[in-house]
């Protein structure tokens, strides 16, 4: 079986996934930081969940969110050929109510938000409930492709997921090819 980098590329999926470099950034950040409840809003074919969860401790847990079924079948069968189905959960979902089904097991340590950027900003305000003081959020595409100015709707949510996360968060863009934006959680309210 292919490797979770390869498998959009050889299942018709879109090839989307982050790079290996912010992969490995992932995954370090895990390290450094000791995260133990993350969330993933994109799985795709579980790349960057599979870099995420490898070096969570057995305490630890990572839920990923996918609302394509063909994607999360795909995911499932790299995690498990990976040896962490009892690290991670896929859940077939629609982002937010994928995300309200898992409320109960926060506060999180954790969140990543990689999906459709239309509601970054719904992601973001989530996040910012469900995340404890000190959690890290991460946001891939930070720079919408280049079209953060636009006047569409898409650019004003991620506008808006920037815009919040400012004013609750230290946060810092990391010039990976599209952006990555990173915020430690500082505030409550
Ligand atoms: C698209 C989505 C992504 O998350 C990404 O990193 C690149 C492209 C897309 O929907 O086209
Ligand atoms: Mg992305």
């Not at 799985?43 to 969940?49: E, I, K, M, P, V």
């Not at 999360?72 to 050929?81: G, L, S």
């Not at 720079?143 to 991620?158: C, N, P, Q, R, S």
Request: aromatic fraction near 6%; hydrophobic fraction near 40%.
């Amino acid at each position: 079986m292919q490797s979770a980098f390869d498998a959009p590329q050889d299942n018709a999926m879109p090839e989307i996934m982050v790079g290996q470099s912010e992969a490995r950034f992932l995954s370090l950040l895990v390290q450094l930081t000791g995260a133990e409840k993350i969330v993933e809003v994109g799985t795709l074919a579980g790349y960057s969940a599979i870099s995420m969860a490898q070096h969570l401790s057995d305490h630890g847990h990572l839920w990923s969110i996918e609302n394509e079924p063909k994607h999360a079948e795909v995911a499932r069968q790299h995690i498990a050929q990976a040896g962490l189905s009892e690290r991670i959960t896929v859940i077939c979902a629609d982002g937010l109510d994928g995300l309200a089904q898992i409320v109960q097991h926060g506060p999180f340590d954790m969140v990543f938000l990689d999906a459709d950027k239309e509601r970054y900003d719904q992601y973001q305000i989530w996040a910012e409930d469900h995340l404890r003081v000190g959690g890290v959020l991460l946001a891939d595409n930070a720079y919408y492709f280049g079209h953060l100015l636009d006047e569409t709707d898409d650019a004003a949510a991620v506008r808006r997921m920037h815009e919040r996360t400012s004013l609750s968060f230290q946060s810092v863009c990391i010039p990976t090819p599209d952006g990555l934006m990173m915020g430690m959680k500082t505030r409550k309210d």
